[in-house]
T-cell receptor
Framework: GAVVSQHPSRVICKSGTSVKIECRSL??????MFWYRQFPKQSLMLMAT?????????EQGVEKDKFLINHASLTLSTLTVTSAHPEDSSFYIC???????????????FGDGTRLSIL | GQQVMQIPQYQHVQEGEDFTTYCNSS?????IQWYKQRPGGHPVFLIQ?????EVKKQKRLTFQFGEAKKNSSLHITATQTTDVGTYFC??????????FGTGTRLKVLA
């Protein structure tokens, strides 16, 4: 159980394009989804926390107008990289945390990630 | 802000040797989780520790949470080639989010 599907797995596009990445929890409901960015051989950097039905909470230094997050349902969150530029090229990973138990005490289940390359 | 450091950054061991990675937080944690990320893959949840001084075992893996709840360790006994990957700790300090450690990349030489 606890499968998270992330799509697409890889995107290559021209500078100035907007790219939408989807994160779905397939067999559980997720009140909270997280979006991370990972540079090669580095740790996961939390970008924002997405809560169903409310605005996302962005980490310091992350531009909310650049990285639009929508958590429309308990099983779907999307990240849109608007007007992407080469410096936005990275590995983006989402995770979802299920319902139940004390807040913060549930494991995160990760998607397979999206490798974004902006030319 | 909260910082979570791990040492060592890299570790190469011969198959059969033991391995330990240490995780240190700048703030007291409510709980800590450990994840493993294989090359090219995504992080996979291993375990969660909540209580001060807690020790948990999973086969050859032993996880420990410090008494002050600011540090943790993962010890692997008799490493195997399947243990290759990057091990991350992720700490929560009373909020809904986890801050990932810097990671320890393990290579096991056959």
């Amino acid at each position: 159980g606890a499968v998270v599907s992330q799509h697409p797995s890889r995107v290559i596009c021209k500078s100035g394009t907007s790219v939408k990445i989807e994160c779905r929890s397939l067999d559980f409901q997720a009140t909270t989804m997280f979006w991370y960015r990972q540079f090669p051989k580095q740790s996961l950097m939390l970008m924002a926390t997405s809560n169903e039905g409310s605005k996302a909470t962005y980490e310091q230094g992350v531009e909310k107008d650049k990285f639009l997050i929508n958590h429309a349902s308990l099983t779907l969150s999307t990240l849109t990289v608007t007007s992407a530029h080469p410096e936005d090229s990275s590995f983006y990973i989402c995770s979802a945390r299920g319902l139940g138990g004390p807040s913060g005490n549930q494991p995160q289940h990760f998607g397979d990630g999206t490798r974004l390359s902006i030319l | 802000g909260q910082q979570v450091m791990q040492i060592p950054q890299y570790q190469h061991v011969q198959e059969g040797e033991d391995f330990t990675t240490y995780c240190n937080s700048s703030t007291t944690l409510s709980n800590i989780q450990w994840y493993k990320q294989r090359p090219g893959g995504h992080p996979v949840f291993l375990i969660q520790l909540v209580k001060s001084g807690e020790v948990k075992k999973q086969k050859r893996l032993t996880f420990q949470f410090g008494e002050a709840k600011k540090n943790s360790s993962l010890h692997i006994t008799a490493t195997q080639t399947t243990d290759v990957g990057t091990y991350f700790c992720a700490g929560a300090s009373g909020t809904y989010k986890y801050i990932f450690g810097t990671g320890t990349r393990l290579k096991v030489l056959a």
